[in-house]
């Protein structure tokens, strides 16, 4: 009798142990699936129509004055930023998040008017809040977290004052933000993805692009 109760307790460990590493192996495999699905669409191979608006702004590029020279420091401060989450480094994405928040405070608004002047501090604000905060600290999703507001406002100041040196692509991944979907601004219309990094670099398409 009892070694059939020996017997009965080492099947059940047995059982428990199997079921617990199957369940794991089903989680990692269900995870693994999900990246696959999402690395082999057809990411960023389609250029979306021309006339295709994600971001609606008013049209400021009449304005006279250093504002475009400003903003468009501000794109490109952002650009080395948003390059710096793609390869994951988040000690050099906190500085160049520094910079982004400096390139903010030097766009002089005072010569704007009515809604232009405060368009651009909206804006201005909401740059300076999310790199504020990336540059508070050196964890890359904390930091990653703040770049879908970033991009929306960097975004908008750049196509109200027509301040792109260069062409823009505004571009989305699916899976950023827990499967909500977040955006970021790319002068590459090659999806490289900020949200992941080399995890699911391709990740993403192309969804607006600025002339």
């Not at 948003?82 to 928040?101: G, H, M, P, T």
Request: aromatic letters at 8%; one cysteine or more.
């Amino acid at each position: 009798m009892l070694k059939k109760t020996f017997v009965a307790a080492v099947m059940a460990t047995f059982l428990f142990t199997s079921c617990s590493e199957a369940k794991q192996d089903t989680t990692a495999t269900a995870e693994t699936e999900k990246m696959e699905h999402h690395e082999g669409m057809a990411h960023g191979e389609a250029t979306p129509a021309s006339d295709k608006v994600v971001v609606e702004t008013p049209d400021y590029t009449s304005v006279a004055g250093p504002v475009k020279e400003q903003v468009a420091t501000v794109v490109n401060k952002y650009l080395k930023l948003k390059d710096k989450l793609v390869a994951s480094n988040a000690q050099q994405a906190q500085e160049d998040a520094k910079a982004v928040v400096a390139a903010a405070e030097k766009v002089d608004v005072t010569a704007l008017q009515g809604e232009q002047k405060t368009f651009a501090e909206e804006k201005l604000s909401e740059v300076k809040q999310a790199a504020s905060d990336m540059a508070e600290t050196t964890d890359l999703e904390a930091q990653r977290a703040q770049l879908e507001l970033l991009s929306e406002a960097t975004f908008a100041l750049t196509k109200a004052f027509g301040a792109a040196n260069e062409t823009l692509y505004y571009q989305h991944c699916p899976m950023a933000n827990n499967d909500q979907g977040a955006y970021w601004l790319s002068s590459n219309e090659e999806i490289r993805n900020p949200y992941f990094g080399e995890k699911m670099l391709k990740c993403g398409s192309t969804e607006e692009v600025f002339n």
